[in-house]
Nanobody, 116 residues
Framework: QVQLVETGGGSVQPGGSLRLSCAIPQSIFSRHALMGWYRQTPGKEREMVASFTSGGGTTYADSVKGRSTISRDTLTNTMYLQMNTLKPDDTAVYYC?????????WGQGTQVTVSS
């Protein structure tokens, strides 16, 4: 069974930083895969935060643009989301997402709470 494992969530004060990590099985860690980070708050739909495009570029939600950076390490099969200048509105459960060869995979989610 393919599992994505997120780590790095937690509680931070406004203005702080966090780096989320997602361990992705080598079998689906491909340059042809679509990979990204999503987040969800209670009562709202899951929304894309940052992702790699099919052309290898990156795209960000307007709400995090300039404050977040998505990256990946092909040696360790890990995807990252560096988030800076965090705001209370960034509070959510963050999910790692991979789409590859017609299948979609999600991690279990990691909670990020931004509060003073």
């Amino acid at each position: 069974q393919v599992q994505l494992v997120e780590t790095g969530g937690g509680s931070v004060q406004p203005g702080g930083s966090l780096r989320l990590s997602c361990a992705i099985p080598q079998s689906i860690f491909s340059r042809h895969a679509l990979m990204g980070w999503y987040r969800q708050t209670p009562g709202k739909e899951r929304e894309m935060v940052a992702s790699f495009t099919s052309g290898g570029g990156t795209t960000y939600a307007d709400s995090v643009k300039g404050r977040s950076t998505i990256s990946r390490d092909t040696l360790t099969n890990t995807m990252y989301l560096q988030m800076n200048t965090l705001k209370p509105d960034d509070t959510a459960v963050y999910y790692c997402h991979v789409q590859y060869r017609g299948s979609v995979y999600w991690g279990q989610g990691t909670q990020v709470t931004v509060s003073s």
